[in-house]
């Protein structure tokens, strides 16, 4: 029984081992966004079908922009500005919605 438990923790910490390897390099590897002329670092989520909460219209097209992990502007493509140098990621095809499900 003690060599089995022993076994099944060597295998846990491999599996744990493996999942830190493989995440690792996605979260260390990927540079923070640039710094505006505000001097704030800027993400702007664009593309996607923005979900601003349960009981507000979709945005089929919207922008969602994040400044110091701030949720600074919410809307439309056409509506929302997005700073030069502000790190662009694209959600076509994709959803963005708030932590309210």
Do not use: K, N, Q, Y
């Not at 979260?27 to 979900?51: D, E, I, K, S």
Request: hydrophobic share 50%.
């Amino acid at each position: 029984m003690i060599t089995l438990l022993l076994h099944l923790l060597r295998l846990s910490r491999g599996a744990a081992a493996l999942a830190t390897a493989a995440v690792l390099p996605a979260v260390c590897g990927t540079a923070p966004p640039p710094a505006t002329a505000a001097g704030g670092r800027v993400t702007a989520l664009v593309g996607g079908r923005v979900m601003p909460s349960p009981e507000a219209a979709v945005i089929p097209d919207g922008v969602v922009l994040i400044e110091d992990a701030t949720i600074t502007a919410v809307g439309a493509r056409g509506a929302v500005r997005v700073p030069p140098g502000a790190r662009i990621i694209d959600c076509s095809g994709g959803t963005v919605t708030a932590g309210f499900w």
